[in-house]
């Protein structure tokens, strides 16, 4: 199992510009997230996913979109690229179909990370 | 929301002596509470959690410690060695969601 991919693994935009981040998982996991990783900050949640077809804000969605078509992949854009959004993005799922929901507590895989650059 | 709180920021201890680094956090609903190790340039990897109904959890020479009243964990290592070093990063989650908050993280660094 290739676990949780991301790409492009670096990219470099200009302001205005739009792209998207793919985010994939082969462990049949229900739950998928967004982070953000930025120096002294940790992991700050962007938006995340609690099954195909659904999505939600998490503390710092401004200027991102998510979509999930498809439950093994998870896509963030940004549709205007800002300097601010110069970070490296983590993308995770957990919950593996099947479990309990009330009960279980679920680790987070994380994928390696986008590196990006907006200037 | 939920807010958590990490300290110290950075660690420096010599290889063999133990480290601890702790957590508060603030919402009472929150119940579960993972420590992620990250090495440099590398994603996070889960290396242990606690539950709100255990009050310590042990695996070898990592320890987990969690006092509900006081809404605070720590993470300690004891015989620390070089690769150890990386960023460990303490979360919570609150009952009924899955999404993690993580704390802002703590560098540690083992001197040889």
């Known amino acids: 199992n290739a676990g949780v991919t991301q790409t492009p693994k670096f990219r470099v935009l200009k302001t205005g510009q739009s792209m998207t981040l793919l985010c994939a998982q082969d462990?049949?996991?229900?739950?998928m997230y967004w982070y953000r990783q930025d120096p002294g900050m940790g992991l700050r949640l962007i938006h995340y996913?609690?099954?195909?077809?659904?999505?939600a804000k998490g503390e710092v969605p401004d200027g991102y979109n998510v979509s999930r078509l498809k439950k093994q992949n998870f896509l963030l854009g940004l549709e205007s690229a800002a300097p601010s959004q110069t970070s490296v993005y983590f993308c995770?799922?957990?919950?593996?179909?099947?479990?309990?929901?009330?009960?279980?507590?679920?680790?987070?895989?994380f994928g390696p990370g986008t590196r990006l650059t907006v200037l | 929301g939920e807010n958590v709180e990490q300290h110290p920021s950075t660690l420096s201890v010599q290889e063999g002596d133990s480290a601890v680094i702790k957590c508060t956090y603030s919402d009472s609903a929150s119940n579960y509470f993972p420590w992620y190790k990250q090495e440099l340039g590398k994603r996070p990897q889960l290396i242990i959690d606690i539950r709100s109904n255990v009050g310590e959890k042990k695996d070898q020479r990592i320890a987990v410690t969690l006092n509900k009243t006081a809404k605070h964990f720590s993470l300690h290592i004891t015989e620390t060695q070089p690769e150890d070093s990386a960023v460990y990063f303490c979360a919570a989650s609150i009952a009924g969601r899955r999404a993690l908050t993580f704390g802002s993280g703590t560098r540690l660094q083992v001197q040889p």
């Open positions: 995770a799922s957990s919950y593996p179909a099947g479990g309990k929901l009330l009960s279980s507590y679920n680790e987070q895989f």
């Open positions: 996913s609690v099954g195909e077809g659904t999505t």
């Open positions: 462990m049949n996991h229900e739950y």
